[in-house]
């Protein structure tokens, strides 16, 4: 059975810094490609970054581009997503997602349907 159990989330200030994680369980995690999304209640999710299995390959959505850092440790089964710079409009809910390990470009990794195994979610909260 697959499990994705992200860890981190948090009330912040505007400006503050998170460090989410994603602990993955019952998949050959280093093969899969895995990103990280997030939603607001009336909104559509949003995918803000993934990486492939090997780290070779990464995606950013526009809006956290420069702000935000994922990164993986697959020895640790450990996808981690480093937030900077945050502002209120990145609060939501950040959940991980594992997809196959051929999705490897911008629009692959990016659209939300490719990744078939969610966690739970971790909410995320910016103040001004």
């Known amino acids: 059975q697959v499990q994705l159990v992200e860890s981190g989330g948090g009330l912040v200030q505007a400006g503050d810094s998170l460090r989410l994680s994603c602990q993955a369980s019952?998949?050959?995690?280093?093969?899969?490609?895995m990103g990280w999304l997030r939603q607001v209640p009336g909104k559509e999710r949003e995918t803000v970054a993934a990486i492939s299995g090997n780290g070779g390959s990464l995606y950013y959505g526009n809006s956290v581009n420069g702000r935000f850092t994922i990164s993986r440790d697959n020895a640790k089964n450990t996808v981690y997503l480093q937030l900077n710079s945050l502002k209120p409009e990145d609060t939501a809910v950040y959940y991980c997602a594992a997809g196959p390990s051929f999705l490897l470009t911008a629009q692959q990794m990016g659209a939300q349907y490719n990744y078939g195994y969610w966690g739970q979610g971790t909410q995320v909260t910016v103040s001004s």
């Open positions: 019952g998949r050959t995690f280093s093969r899969d490609t």
